[in-house]
């Protein structure tokens, strides 16, 4: 009897001792859950890497009074001021033209670029801030002090051999990342909206950075610039930007690269699909250039050049497909 009740009160000890260590585990779990929980909601608002909100006299004030001497850009939808921020920050200071701010009350403006400041991309430059007032909008920029491809291909004498090749493979390679990055990881999705050399920052390592992107919005009836740069379905009934536009302008840069022609109103992409379709590179090809012993990968860069811009919105290759190829093109040019 005596051995039955030690093993009866064995048993029982052993049950508490199991019980008691679960309600120690539990507690254990429930302490060390809770804290991470506060940490978090602590580190949250640091996080994200939002805008900031700068008062016009501080931009006046980086800018010298918006001195004509800053002026480092004229676009489609304002002028471009390098700006000194009172920390002592370069930046790029865009001014949007009066008359798009009084033609469209900028309603929603400061969350817009908010939303499109929090992308960040090796091949983006990145918005860091805004300021508005009455009667202005302004948007603060990443400053890089580099030159567009525009300069690069149609402006400068030298640009054209200073661009190879293997350099032009690159910049195409990095545009359709950075674009990748903007339809497909950054959330919500940005539609750029007007892709094109002049909105394509060439970086001292000649790594393509996408500037100006999302802000569409801020002249949606604003038609000048685009031209040459949209599909024919962007004029059309409902049509404007989309994700296919993007892609049909980067095909017109990928065949401004191939031929070191400028886009001519659209003129450029009747040109070049039947030399493309003809394989006649000898005439599509960038006169300026030297025609490479492999001609492979760039009968590659063209035939993706074609497929974005010789198709429907319906038909045409996504950004993550024309990424795709032209990183591998990139990669085997490395070789
Ligand atoms: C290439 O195109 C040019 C201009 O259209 C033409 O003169 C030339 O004969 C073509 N070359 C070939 C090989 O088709």
Partial sequence: ????GEIAYNAVMAALSFILTLLLVMLFFLFCKKKPMVGSQEIKPTKLSCASAYSLM??????????????????RLGTV???VLPRGEM????????RLVLSNAGFGFSSMIKRLSLARHPNIVSILGLSEAPGERIVIMEFLGVMSLDYYLHQNSDGPSLLDWSRRVRVAAGVARGVEYLHEVAA???????IKPSNILIDFQFCARVCDYGLS???????????GYVD????????????????????????????GRSSEDGLLVN?????????NFSELLDPRLVIPSNLKPLVRLAKVAAACVGNSRKNRPSIVQVAAILNNLEMDLCL
């Fill in 1 to 4: 009897m005596s051995h039955g």
């Fill in 58 to 75: 501080d931009i006046d004030a980086a800018t010298d009074g918006f001195n004509h001497r800053r002026i480092i850009g004229q676009g």
């Fill in 81 to 83: 001021y390098a700006g």
């Fill in 91 to 98: 930046v790029a200071v865009k001014k949007i033209h009066p």
């Fill in 188 to 194: 919500p999705s940005i539609v750029h909206g007007s």
């Fill in 217 to 227: 919005f801020l002249a949606p009836q604003e038609r000048r610039g685009l031209e």
């Fill in 232 to 259: 024919d379905e962007y004029w059309v009934g409902k049509g404007g930007v989309s994700k296919e536009c993007d892609v049909y302008g980067l095909g017109v840069v990928l065949l401004e690269l191939l031929s």
């Fill in 271 to 279: 040109w070049a699909l039947p030399l493309i379709k003809d394989m």
